[in-house]
């Protein structure tokens, strides 16, 4: 195929997500047809540094010995967009240049990519991207605003309560409100980083400590015993679900 999507994906981040991001790209790119695109690899550090082309790709093999980057290429361009320090990422296109790429995939987990911080900057710079946009996205991350969402399209969800670091809380009224299994989540974290499931006082207080390590207040919730799925819908004016998928822990006991 001559003129191939010119395709950018960006991974990593300074999230405690970090790895998991690594590990999602690199399905993403086995799975990416690559008579199709031309892939310009992106990589974020854990110290914010862009890593383009060339670049990304030995970060992505680095950190993943057995990473799949066949068919990603180095566009010379895309060199332009990243400084070396990460202070001034994309600051050419800020500045007029055109881009090199077709379009973006955030394959992101967590803050910064995940959040409404990447998806803004990109619509600023006029890059188009692939998922939710800065609102959905920073909504989405936040556990407290997305139920809050949620309750207003008449969904049923768990009784909650949200603690504030630095502030004081007793375990005793948390556990006459919500009643032992309790979930503890930090509220602005993903793939159930800091999140524990107690059945006692104790436990209790040692979750509570755990999820405040990645955030800075926490959402405590009754459990529901029950069956998970997850329903992916895109598209907006047309909006189409995709086939409904189970979730089923093989080892854990939550995903």
């Known amino acids: 195929m001559k003129n191939k999507i010119k395709l950018a994906i960006i991974f990593g981040g300074k999230s ?25 690899l992106i ?55 055109k881009s090199p790429f077709d379009i ?12 409404g911080k990447l998806q803004g900057m990109l619509e600023m710079l006029g890059l188009p991207y692939v998922f939710s946009g800065t609102l959905a996205s920073a909504l989405a991350m936040n556990k ?4 809050l969402v949620a ?22 009224k948390i556990i006459a409100k919500l009643n032992f299994p309790i979930v503890i989540k ?11 499931i107690v059945k006692s006082e104790e436990a209790l207080t040692a979750g509570i400590e755990k999820a405040f ?12 015993s029950g069956r998970e799925f997850t329903v992916a819908v895109f598209g907006n004016k047309k909006p189409k679900a995709l086939p409904v998928i189970e979730i089923i822990p093989k080892t854990s006991e939550f995903f």
């Open 213 to 224: 390590e990645y955030s800075e207040e926490v959402m405590l919730e009754q459990f529901i």
């Open 43 to 97: 990589a974020i550090t854990k110290e914010g540094k862009w890593l383009v082309g060339e670049k990304g790709q030995e970060y992505l093999q680095l950190n993943l010995p057995n990473a799949e980057t066949e068919g990603g290429v180095a566009i010379k361009q895309a060199q332009t967009l990243a400084s070396s320090d990460g202070e001034n990422g994309l600051s050419k296109l800020s500045d007029g240049e």
């Open 151 to 172: 309750k207003s399209a008449g969904l049923k969800v768990a009784k909650e309560i949200v603690l504030k670091k630095g502030k004081k809380y007793f375990e005793k």
């Open 186 to 196: 930090p509220i602005e974290s993903g793939s159930s980083v800091g999140m524990s």
């Open 16 to 40: 405690q997500e970090h790895e998991i991001s690594l590990k999602s790209s690199q399905e993403v790119i086995k799975a990416l047809d690559k008579e199709r695109y031309g892939i310009t």
């Open 104 to 115: 973006v995939l955030p394959i992101g987990h967590g803050a910064f990519l995940e959040d």
């Open 144 to 147: 407290q605003k997305t139920k």
